[in-house]
């Protein structure tokens, strides 16, 4: 006789359960005067005027979801031009910057203009950090963005641990003959199953049948030879159980011996792989709220209302926008002007001061026409600003303060101050208004 060698199976189907309480924490920052990063984002000092949270995560299979925020009146950019900073704590109680380059995080940093965020509110997610303790905070891009004045940044976390769940089952359960099968010569007929042997244990067996529980799973064999192998679902390791096969000769009074090995592999078949890190923007462009209402008249605030910027998706492409009045066209522009990084923050006020600081009179804010927040505290597109020695001549800007030596230029009004400048709007059809 020869040694027979068969094969069996189990399946295990791996799934993640949310864990019931995962860990939260958030907090808020408010900077009046602007935020000033020394050291820029390699340098930075999270754990002193930045919003910080922290937050632990017990399993190396996890989610992280930052939910990012940013508000004010000037300058604050959409999130694009932000930076998360994440840091790990070590056995010594001390913070190291987050090395994952398959999430985009390089020496702690995760610029979020390489996700896409182009609101001024939006949640990246993190899969899969090592478990340990954490923290992470929302700062400017000092390379993208000089912010202005009373800024409010908002950041919270939930981390959330997934518990990992097995489910194994049988794949494979061979059956077969073992004196058919591992019989050489003479009459298989003859032949009898008498005993078996599993790791020095002889079992005999009665009643023509006996069941051996091997490592791996369990072995029924009948007299006639014919075999059944169950592999454990209790086990799933895989390996190979080994059964010395005592077969009886009883015509020629003789007995034989060869080893059944069953060889138990584990196989994987589901689920499908954990979501990857990925960030959405829940809100595109916020207006300028409070202060659009505050400085405009009603009809501002119904072009306000009527701009669907809230919850568009980061990935989407922008709808065609419809037809605009004049107060809707305005609205549309400060939305651009606050969209755009390279911006230049525009005062209007009774204080002695020009375009270039240099100290002459600035007209009397009460002599001034009533203005929108696009002139007198929006954000200004450096692309947007003309020369007024450069500009064509045509007709003075609607709208335009007069003075005794004002020249008809096309789109604007040419006043004595060379360093005056025209902020121009998109499009050819709307009013161009004097800034100083």
Same mark, same amino acid.
Request: charged share 20%; hydrophobic share 35%; net charge negative.
């Given at each position: 006789?020869?040694?027979?060698?068969?094969?069996?199976?189990?399946?295990?189907?791996?799934?993640?359960?949310?864990?019931?309480?995962?860990?939260?924490?958030?907090?808020?920052?408010?900077?009046?005067?602007?935020?000033?990063?020394?050291?820029?984002?390699?340098?930075?000092?999270?754990?002193?005027?930045?919003?910080?949270?922290?937050?632990?995560?017990?399993?190396?299979?996890?989610?992280?979801?930052?939910?990012?925020?940013?508000?004010?009146?000037?300058?604050?950019?959409?999130?694009?031009?932000?930076?998360?900073?994440?840091?790990?704590?070590?056995? $010594?109680?001390?913070?190291?910057?987050?090395?994952?380059?398959?999430?985009?995080?390089?020496?702690?940093?995760?610029?979020?203009?390489?996700?896409?965020?182009?609101?001024?509110?939006?949640?990246?997610?993190?899969?899969?950090?090592?478990?340990?303790?954490?923290?992470?905070?929302?700062?400017?891009?000092?390379?993208?963005?000089?912010?202005?004045?009373?800024?409010?940044?908002?950041?919270?976390?939930?981390?959330?641990?997934?518990?990992?769940?097995?489910?194994?089952?049988?794949?494979?359960?061979?059956?077969?003959?073992?004196?058919?099968?591992?019989?050489?010569?003479?009459?298989?007929?003859?032949?009898?199953?008498?005993?078996?042997?599993?790791?020095?244990?002889?079992?005999?067996?009665?009643?023509?049948?006996?069941?051996?529980?091997?490592?791996?799973?369990?072995?029924?064999?009948?007299?006639?030879?014919?075999?059944?192998?169950?592999?454990?679902?209790?086990?799933?390791?895989?390996?190979?159980?080994?059964?010395?096969?005592?077969?009886?000769?009883?015509?020629?009074? &003789?007995?034989?011996?060869?080893?059944?090995?069953?060889?138990?592999?584990?196989?994987?078949?589901?689920?499908?792989?954990?979501?990857?890190?990925?960030?959405?923007?829940?809100?595109?462009?916020?207006?300028?709220?409070?202060?659009?209402?505050?400085?405009?008249?009603?009809?501002?605030?119904? $072009?306000?209302?009527?701009?669907?910027?809230?919850?568009?998706?980061?990935?989407?492409?922008?709808?065609?926008?419809?037809?605009?009045?004049?107060?809707?066209?305005?609205?549309?522009?400060?939305?651009?002007?606050?969209?755009?990084?390279?911006?230049?923050?525009?005062?209007?006020?009774?204080?002695?001061?020009?375009?270039?600081?240099?100290?002459?009179?600035?007209? $009397?804010?009460?002599?001034?026409?009533?203005?929108?927040?696009?002139?007198?505290?929006?954000?200004?597109?450096?692309?947007?600003? &003309?020369?007024?020695?450069?500009?064509?001549?045509?007709?003075?800007?609607?709208?335009?303060?007069?003075?005794?030596?004002?020249?008809?230029?096309?789109?604007?009004?040419?006043?004595?101050?060379?360093?005056?400048?025209?902020?121009?709007?998109?499009?050819?059809?709307?009013?161009?208004?004097?800034?100083?």
């Amino acid at each position: 006789m020869t040694d027979l060698n068969d094969t069996a199976g189990l399946n295990r189907t791996v799934s993640y359960e949310p864990e019931a309480t995962p860990d939260t924490d958030s907090d808020s920052q408010f900077d009046l005067a602007g935020i000033n990063l020394i050291g820029g984002l390699i340098g930075v000092d999270i754990s002193s005027g930045q919003p910080l949270v922290q937050f632990g995560l017990d399993e190396n299979t996890n989610s992280v979801e930052l939910d990012l925020g940013i508000s004010g009146v000037l300058s604050v950019g959409v999130l694009s031009s932000y930076a998360l900073i994440i840091e790990v704590q070590d056995g $010594a109680g001390n913070w190291s910057r987050v090395e994952d380059p398959s999430q985009n995080i390089a020496g702690g940093v995760l610029t979020l203009d390489v996700l896409g965020l182009g609101g001024t509110s939006g949640t990246v997610t993190l899969t899969d950090l090592p478990a340990g303790e954490y923290r992470a905070s929302l700062v400017p891009n000092p390379a993208l963005i000089s912010v202005g004045v009373a800024i409010t940044r908002d950041i919270s976390v939930t981390a959330t641990d997934l518990i990992e769940n097995q489910q194994i089952t049988v794949g494979e359960a061979p059956t077969g003959n073992f004196i058919t099968d591992a019989a050489t010569g003479g009459h298989p007929a003859d032949l009898e199953v008498t005993s078996v042997t599993f790791n020095g244990t002889q079992h005999v067996l009665t009643d023509g049948e006996v069941t051996v529980v091997g490592d791996h799973g369990s072995l029924l064999i009948h007299a006639d030879g014919s075999y059944a192998y169950t592999p454990d679902t209790g086990n799933p390791t895989g390996g190979v159980d080994s059964f010395s096969i005592t077969v009886s000769d009883a015509v020629h009074g &003789v007995e034989h011996s060869a080893n059944l090995n069953i060889d138990v592999s584990v196989q994987d078949v589901g689920p499908a792989p954990l979501m990857a890190a990925h960030a959405t923007t829940e809100t595109l462009m916020e207006d300028a709220t409070d202060t659009h209402h505050d400085a405009g008249s009603d009809q501002q605030a119904d $072009a306000h209302d009527a701009a669907p910027l809230d919850g568009a998706d980061a990935t989407a492409p922008a709808a065609e926008a419809p037809a605009h009045d004049d107060a809707q066209a305005t609205d549309a522009a400060i939305v651009q002007a606050q969209a755009e990084p390279d911006t230049v923050p525009v005062e209007l006020t009774g204080d002695d001061q020009t375009a270039d600081g240099a100290g002459e009179q600035a007209p $009397a804010q009460d002599s001034l026409p009533e203005l929108t927040l696009a002139e007198t505290g929006g954000d200004i597109p450096l692309a947007g600003l &003309v020369d007024v020695a450069d500009a064509p001549a045509g007709e003075p800007a609607e709208g335009a303060p007069s003075t005794s030596s004002a020249t008809d230029v096309e789109g604007g009004v040419d006043v004595e101050d060379p360093t005056s400048y025209l902020a121009e709007t998109p499009d050819d059809d709307q009013t161009h208004h004097p800034v100083v």
